[in-house]
């Protein structure tokens, strides 16, 4: 294995080819990336590299001492530890030992860790000055698929590669050339199949041609494939966007028995089923040639743009990817799946806010139609100038609205008309006590604050309330309640005030202030009572 048989990693092979050459080798390295893209393959290529007797070309030999025993994983000079089975300190404690004796054949002492985001705190502060001030003839390569679980101390002493996502065309080239080593025949349909179910995983991708080539021997067939990796075709999916879109209940739950009945995996479909999405939004967006699509299913979308247009394929994408999250965790996945795709076949289409306000104040000749989503040809209520058509909200709802646009908005509840009574203070004083009784219905601390206090004046639309007997903490309890209490009186009387509260502490003769008892008939002190059972003893 050589560097150049890393695929679609240029950007890091090219890296650690030139640092060999130029003798510029870093004490550590971290490999970055998705899983199955070729990390642990690099680190031992490099490891390689390094101790290899005979390189040349920017590549190990492969045929030394050396490359032989790192290949065959019995080399002394080269260790490879999983960071999931080794996390602990004391394991990190036996490496930092065995890091002071020098290579037996090789030039250097390579420790390969793989994942090591799974390595315990205590772990990466033992691996941490060993890392920092390694002797010269150690080399420390890392790899883990979660840079973010590693602790900035030992990122900032390693250098950083981070491996790309293998495209498809990557997959579908290295697939290709396999397949033809080996002398058998394929279609370049079955390993782009291939490529999208690996998601960009090579390794993934390796595992799946070699299932494929177990069942299809030597003839390698699309149908075949799609039938041993339980891909569902997109004229299926094409049918359940049809009938979402015409609000066909009765065809969405049939064709959901058909895809449970035929074996396929509910969390298979739903993520298929958003790919046909993304697919049909790209076709609506002028990117048809960047996707697989049947011409049939484009030909559809093209022709029925005012069915389902682009905001209401994002819109199915977002429930969808929602949906998908929380799959995992529902007991009856079937019942999910039917309420996910009859929920969609409710919704109307959307309608752009731009377009709203363009149509406001014009008639309804004027007004663009749309066409709504209809099941058996039943036909819905056309926007008009009164009743704008709705955004992402179900057909029913603009139905009632419509149905009810001439009716005037009721009022809210208990929210009494202006009074055209001229306010005083003697008019407020007569409410007042009504006031009283509507705020200790709703909060009886409020009330007894506000018991035996004084109307001053009224001036300007403000209320002077006098607390007599206060004790600064009934001035601050009131001074948060303010709003509530003014939207009292508003609900009572039918006017609005503003209210301020004075203070009067009790003075003594002397002038000192007199210090305020603990009243016996405290709200707080009889919640406290009542909380905790208690009783008042002196």
């Known amino acids: ?39 642990t393959t690099a680190a031992r290529i490099l490891a390689k590299s390094l101790n290899c007797q005979n390189y040349k070309d920017d590549n190990p030999c492969g045929i030394c001492v050396n490359c032989v025993e790192i290949t065959e994983g019995r080399s002394i000079d080269v260790l490879e530890i999983d960071g999931a089975s080794n996390r602990g300190i004391d394991e990190i404690r ?8 020098h290579p037996a054949t090789g ?38 698929t979660d840079p973010q679980k590693i602790p900035l101390t030992i990122l900032s002493r390693t250098q950083r590669f981070d491996f790309k996502r293998l495209t498809t065309e990557d997959i579908v080239t290295y697939l290709g ?46 149908s075949i494939v799609k039938d041993v990796l339980g891909i569902i075709e997109d004229s299926l999916y094409h049918e359940l966007l049809t009938a979402i879109c015409n609000s066909n209940y009765n065809a969405l739950l049939i064709k959901i028995s058909e895809i449970v009945d035929s074996g396929y995996s509910i969390p298979n479909f739903i993520t298929g089923f958003n790919a046909f999405l993304r697919k049909c939004l790209f076709v609506l967006t002028d990117q048809t ?47 999910a799946l039917e309420a996910l795709l009859l929920k969609l076949a409710a919704m109307d289409s959307s309608v752009l806010i731009s377009e709203l306000l363009a149509n406001q104040g014009k008639s309804v000749k004027q007004q663009p139609v749309r066409k709504n989503k209809s099941a058996a040809g039943t036909s819905q209520n056309t926007p008009t100038a009164d009743a704008p058509p709705s955004i992402a909200k179900p057909l029913h709802v603009e139905k009632q609205k419509a149905d009810h646009i001439s009716e005037p908005e009721p009022e809210p509840l208990n929210r009494p008309k202006e009074t055209s009574d001229p306010l005083n203070l003697e008019f407020i004083s007569a409410k007042w006590p009504a006031v009283l009784e509507k705020i200790e219905l709703i909060n009886y601390k409020i009330a007894h604050f506000l018991q035996g206090s004084e109307l001053l004046h009224f001036t300007g639309g403000q209320l002077d309330i006098q607390l007599n007997n206060e004790n600064g903490f009934t001035v601050r309890s009131l001074e948060k309640d ?33 210090p305020v008892e603990p009243e016996r008939d405290h709200p707080l002190l009889l919640d406290v009572i009542e909380k905790f059972n208690g009783e008042i003893i002196r």
Not at 11 to 36: D, E, K, M, S
Not at 114 to 139: G, S
Not at 303 to 328: C, P, T, Y
């Open 1 to 39: 294995m050589v560097f150049e048989g890393i695929t679609g990693q240029q950007h890091v092979t090219r890296t650690l080819q030139n640092a060999i050459r130029l003798n510029r080798v870093a004490h550590g390295y971290l490999f970055t990336g998705p899983r199955g893209i070729g990390k």
């Open 107 to 144: 030039k250097y002492r390579i420790y390969i860790i793989d994942e090591v985001h799974m390595l315990t705190h205590q772990a990466f502060n033992a691996l941490l000055k060993t890392l920092e001030e390694p002797p010269p003839h150690v080399i420390f390569i890392m790899a883990t």
């Open 177 to 222: 050339s396999i397949l033809t080593r080996e002398g058998l025949s394929y279609d370049g349909n079955t390993l782009e199949l291939i490529a999208a179910k690996a998601d960009g995983s090579m390794r993934d991708s390796l595992s799946l041609l070699d299932q494929v080539i177990a069942y299809c021997e030597n003839n390698i067939e699309e």
């Open 482 to 514: 303010k709003s509530a209490i003014e939207e009292i009186f508003r609900e009572v009387t039918g006017t609005s005030v503003r209210i301020k509260f004075r203070s009067n502490p009790l003075q003594t003769n002397q002038g000192a202030a007199k």
């Open 289 to 335: 040639d960047k996707v697989r699509l049947n011409k049939t299913v484009i030909t559809w979308l093209l022709e029925n743009d005012q069915i389902v247009s682009r905001l209401d394929l994002l819109r199915m994408i977002d429930i969808i990817l929602k949906f998908e999250s929380r799959l995992r965790y529902i007991q009856q996945p079937r019942v």
């Open 94 to 101: 036996d490496l930092r030992e065995a890091v002071k004796y």
